[in-house]
């Protein structure tokens, strides 16, 4: 499974990881997870209700929150941010 990035989550991520840098290992390490073991408790993935029926949602943390769609070949991810910010 291939991770693209909309060039809106970069621009985010960029942005988060600017003012704390270990975060993107953080994150990195969190969609490798995604991608070899999606079933895991750890990311608590679920389906978003209320919003298009293709889109996931995966925590980092008990703050961040990562938005994606599957596509044809991998995942799509989209948002990054808070609870608030991105739901």
């Known amino acids: 499974m291939t991770?693209?990035?909309?060039s809106n989550f970069s621009k985010r991520i960029e942005k988060l990881t600017k003012r704390n840098?270990?975060?993107?290992?953080?994150i990195d390490k969190k969609l490798q997870l995604l991608v070899t073991?999606?079933?895991n408790n750890s990311l608590r993935l679920?389906?978003?209700?209320?919003?298009?029926d293709s889109i996931w949602s995966i925590s980092i943390d008990m703050?961040?929150?990562?938005?994606?769609?599957?596509?044809?070949?991998?995942?799509l991810i989209f948002d990054i941010?808070?609870?608030d910010e991105v739901y």
Request: charged share 35%; proline share 3%; hydrophobic share 25%.
């Open 21 to 26: 840098p270990r975060l993107r290992q953080k």
């Open 46 to 52: 679920h389906k978003i209700d209320g919003k298009e």
């Open 3 to 6: 991770i693209h990035e909309t």
């Open 81 to 83: 941010g808070t609870h």
């Open 37 to 39: 073991d999606s079933g």
């Open 63 to 75: 703050k961040l929150r990562i938005l994606f769609t599957y596509v044809e070949n991998g995942i």
